[in-house]
């Protein structure tokens, strides 16, 4: 079965810094490229940041470029978000999820349960 | 940046009856078009990828089409398990990666 455990999540100050990471399980995490994709409270999805199977290929989304950094470690299943700068309207739950391979595009075909992060003083 | 606009924002249905979700593209993305469902308190799941083709587990009664710029998801016989809200996504030009702003379907 697949699995991704999303943690990390918390209080934290503006300008502060925290490090979220997603377990995964049930498949063969190092083949699957992922993503970030975050929600505010009562909003809809944005997408975040994108790191292919090798980490060859890194997006970002312009609200959070230069701030955030997306990494993964295939040997521990794991992936990761380094959020620094953090700002009020970065507070959201924040997903982990995996790119479909049978999409010829990027869709998303497992989600973790999420974990909030609100960023105020 | 490509632009998704769902409408309508919100749906008043009856259980038992069909339904169809639009989605608008602010320019061509071509059949890389997908729609989640999202209840609350719970993560999106995946419907429709690539347009009109049906992600695993996902029941017949949904469907999607469309291609270019305008797609729809249709819900042919609501369940109770259906109200919630539906958001399509795009990843024909990105980075960004974009979503629609969702419709909710509510009772």
């Known amino acids: 079965e697949v699995q991704l455990v999303e943690s990390g999540g918390g209080l934290a100050q503006p300008g502060g810094s925290l490090r979220l990471s997603c377990g995964a399980s049930?498949?063969?995490?190092?083949?699957?490229?992922m993503s970030w994709v975050r929600q505010a409270p009562g909003k809809g999805l944005e997408w975040v940041s994108y790191?292919?199977?090798?980490?060859?290929?890194?997006y970002y989304a312009d609200s959070v470029k230069g701030r955030f950094t997306i990494s993964r470690d295939d040997a521990k299943n794991s992936l990761y978000l380094q959020m620094n700068s953090l700002r009020a309207e970065d507070t959201a739950v924040y997903y982990c999820?995996?790119?479909?391979?049978?999409?010829?595009?990027?869709?998303?075909?497992?989600w973790g349960q999420g974990t909030l992060i609100t960023v105020s003083s | 940046e490509i632009v998704m606009t769902q409408s309508p924002a919100t749906l008043s249905v009856s259980p038992g009856e069909g339904v169809t979700l639009s989605c608008r593209a602010s320019?061509?993305?071509?059949?890389?078009l997908a729609w989640y469902q999202q209840k609350p308190g719970q993560a999106p799941r995946l419907l429709i990828y690539?347009?009109?083709a049906r992600a695993t587990g996902i029941p017949a009664r949904f469907s999607g089409s469309g291609s270019g710029t305008e797609f729809t998801l249709t819900i042919s016989s609501l369940q109770s398990e259906d109200f919630a809200v539906y958001y399509c996504?795009?990843?024909?030009?990105?980075?960004?990666?974009?979503f629609g702003g969702g419709t909710k379907v509510e009772i």
């Open positions: 999820a995996r790119e479909d391979t049978r999409s010829s595009g990027c869709s998303f075909d497992y």
């Open positions: 690539d347009a009109s």
């Open positions: 790191i292919s199977s090798s980490s060859t290929t890194i």
């Open positions: 049930g498949f063969p995490f190092r083949s699957y490229s």
């Open positions: 996504q795009q990843s024909n030009n990105w980075p960004p990666l974009t």
């Open positions: 320019q061509s993305v071509k059949s890389n």
